[in-house]
């Protein structure tokens, strides 16, 4: 292990069913059309930012955020239609000890509990470990957010424990859930995704024939 690894860059990741883009103003009105009213609040209840009113204000967040270098914003773009149907960022990156986390992610309705997020999911995995030979791979979520640690558990992640106190977001005290993937635990889960990924895992209809768990050799998480 040579420390320190270098610092995730601005490019495209390039998957089967999806591609991560650095976030731009192109990117803006799709993810605005990515959040129904009725659903935005729900989606942004975690999230440190409010729900926009208008794609204007996702057009004015684009321009804050994109530019910055940790968080580094991704968007997610579907490969069959050419649209940004979410986004998500590397973040608290910590290129001298190998340790870096996947945080702020938006997945809309046409990607959530897909194969499209469970790609996103691989291809930032498997550059933070394979390309930029991080150790470490973490992800933290509200402990109150019990979708969200669901799903850390089905990628893979490992839990770690809840830092209590840890965070004040919207006028209130946030525990945090942290999870993480280290590097000893990549190439197992690297074939796990490889084979849940495959075409010849979903039926024409698009459904899985072996779940995530199942490939991964995990039980699935539990409710």
């Known amino acids: 292990m040579r420390l320190p690894v270098p610092r995730p860059e601005r490019r495209v990741l390039e998957g089967r069913y999806l591609r991560l883009e650095p976030l731009s103003g192109a ?26 009113a ?6 004015d967040w684009v321009v804050t955020h994109a530019a910055a270098d940790d968080p580094l914003f991704f968007a997610c773009v579907e490969r069959a239609t050419g649209r940004a149907v979410g986004r998500q960022s590397l973040m608290r990156i910590t290129p001298e000890y190998g340790v870096i986390e996947i945080g702020h992610i938006l997945w809309g309705g046409a990607m959530a509990r897909s194969r499209l997020a469970t790609e996103a999911l691989w291809l930032m995995a498997r550059y933070v470990f394979e390309e930029l030979g991080y150790r470490r791979f973490e992800w933290k979520c509200d402990a109150l957010n019990a979708p969200s640690r669901r799903a850390a558990i089905r990628f893979g992640f490992q839990f770690e424990g809840v830092f209590r106190q840890h965070l004040w977001i919207k006028g209130r005290n946030r525990d945090t859930a942290w999870f993480a993937i280290i ?14 990924l495959d075409p010849g895992n979903f039926d024409a209809a698009g459904r899985q024939r072996l779940s995530l768990e199942a490939c991964l050799g995990r039980a699935p998480p539990s409710a």
Not at 33 to 44: D, G, K, Q, R, S
């Open 27 to 52: 990117h803006a009105a799709d993810l605005y059309a990515t959040l129904p009213p009725a659903e935005a609040p729900a989606l942004y209840h975690f999230l440190p930012d409010t729900p926009p």
């Open 183 to 196: 590097d000893a635990d990549w190439p197992h889960l690297r074939e796990g995704y490889a084979r849940w």
């Open 54 to 59: 208008t794609v204007e204000d996702v057009a």
